[in-house]
């Protein structure tokens, strides 16, 4: 692992030292360029630090009389054959080893000069032409901009390159991590999960990654447990089937009506559980056809309860409803809730005792309604809870079908309910018992 997630850095870090230098390259070129523009340039786009001296003697005395003495006192021009040019380009002082022209007379710039532009207050005051200066005396002159730009540059530079290497670090590592989790997970290695490292987005990008992969994990994991319950549970009513059409075959069963019902019966049963998973991949995908009115869920209820009081007498349970007053009225398909309340009730008169006690309470708010399903059963121990929406869980995993039923009762309930729009929890009541409690907006 360590060889892999190594490679990846290294080449995430070649390729960030790539940009980096890139940028460092193209800074240069710039600065090349400029430097090659100063150098190449008849007239200077740059001021230089002496300009200031002799701009101020302008200023000082309102005229060019007399300027020579700071010509004196600049270092700079103390080797250097200079002009000095009013804004009409008439030499006010010339101070050129071999003079080209009287003092007044016009000058016209050649290619081999070097002019640098003197201005007060936007306006050009005047010029001063440095003649035949080499590339290297311009070099020389413009050092006093050009060396501390370039000495700012390089700090600049490797202050840069401190920081990249920390940025670097901090993102590089947590994202060469990331990029080999997701191949180990794309090779079918689930469990993959990383470390949250680096700034905020990092860690959180992390975060999600490992929340992904734990729903993948998770999925997947149910996703085979799902065909390891659908082949348990079809074992049994088929084993059933086999056992006795084998037994007519062979003469060890009359092939009565008896016989044939046993067999039938577990046909029904394959039926219901074929419908029943059907039913319940169609309401997970969001698949199921739904037709929605205003129904009333006391009347839905109470219509419900009348189905299933004959088999609560037959077990000396007490089945009815209670406080079903108010405007319970909400937007669903009755069919389907009737279907709900159904395998709710139907759970309860399967698990509870004989002569237990099954009531249905209702709760109204200003913009919720709620169905409450009690029974005063044994309840249901509390680290259960969190499984008995799932498929094919059952209370006591020793029940056989015929008592146990299909296991995706309260599986099919919740997604019926979650796909109107509502919401469905179980708890025990505190008094024992177990109640279903299901919560829909009033429209």
Not at 216 to 236: K, M, W
Not at 291 to 307: A, G, P, R
Request: net charge negative; with cysteine; charged share 25%.
């Amino acid at each position: 692992m360590y060889s892999s997630v190594r490679e990846i850095r290294t080449r995430l870090l070649s390729l960030l030292v790539r940009a980096f230098v890139f940028v460092l390259l193209l800074s240069l070129f710039f600065f090349l360029s400029i430097v090659s523009y100063f150098l190449t340039s008849q007239t200077s786009p740059i001021p230089m630090p002496f300009t200031g001296a002799i701009k101020g003697y302008y200023i000082g005395h309102g005229n060019w009389d007399g300027v020579e003495t700071v010509f004196d006192t600049i270092d700079e021009l103390s080797s250097l054959e200079t002009l000095l040019l009013d804004k009409d380009h008439r030499i006010v002082l010339d101070r050129d080893s071999d003079p080209v022209s009287t003092a007044g007379s016009t000058y016209e710039l050649k290619p081999s000069d070097f002019a640098l532009d003197l201005e007060m207050g936007g306006q050009k005051i005047g010029l001063l032409v440095i003649t035949s200066l080499s590339p290297w005396s311009r070099l020389g002159i413009a050092r006093a901009v050009i060396f501390p730009v370039a000495l700012i540059s390089l700090l600049l530079s490797v202050f840069l390159v401190i920081v990249a290497t920390v940025l670097v670090r901090r993102f590089v590592n947590p994202l060469a991590d990331l990029i080999y989790a997701a191949r180990e997970v794309t090779n079918g290695k689930l469990n993959t999960r990383i470390s949250s490292e680096g700034p905020q987005d990092m860690r959180s990008l992390s975060e999600s990654f490992n929340e992904m992969t734990a729903s993948l994990e998770r999925n997947d994991r149910e996703r085979r447990d799902l065909l390891a319950d659908i082949a348990h549970e079809l074992r049994t009513p088929l084993s059933v089937i086999r056992g006795r059409l084998e037994g007519i075959v062979d003469g060890i069963y009359s092939a009565d009506g008896s016989q044939v019902s046993l067999a039938l019966e577990q046909t029904y049963l394959l039926e219901r559980l074929v419908d029943d998973l059907r039913l319940l991949t169609l309401a997970e995908t969001r698949q199921l056809h739904f037709e929605k009115k205003s129904v009333d869920l006391v009347h839905l209820s109470q219509h419900t309860i009348d189905m299933f009081f004959a088999e609560a007498q037959e077990k000396n349970m007490s089945l009815a409803l209670e406080n079903g007053n108010g405007n319970c009225t909400v937007e669903l398909d009755p069919q389907r809730m009737e279907q709900v309340i159904g395998n709710l009730i139907g759970n309860s008169l399967r698990y509870i005792p004989d002569g237990s006690k099954i009531w249905l309470t209702f709760e109204e708010t200003s913009d919720k309604v709620k169905l409450f399903v009690n029974d005063n059963g044994p309840g249901v121990a509390e680290d259960e809870l969190p499984y008995l929406f799932d498929r094919f869980w059952r209370k006591d995993k020793s029940r056989t079908r015929s008592a146990g039923g299909t296991g995706l009762g309260l599986a099919i309930a919740k997604q019926l309910v979650e796909a109107q729009g509502g919401s469905i929890h179980a708890c025990n009541l505190s008094e024992g018992g177990f109640q279903v409690v299901i919560e829909f907006k009033k429209k």
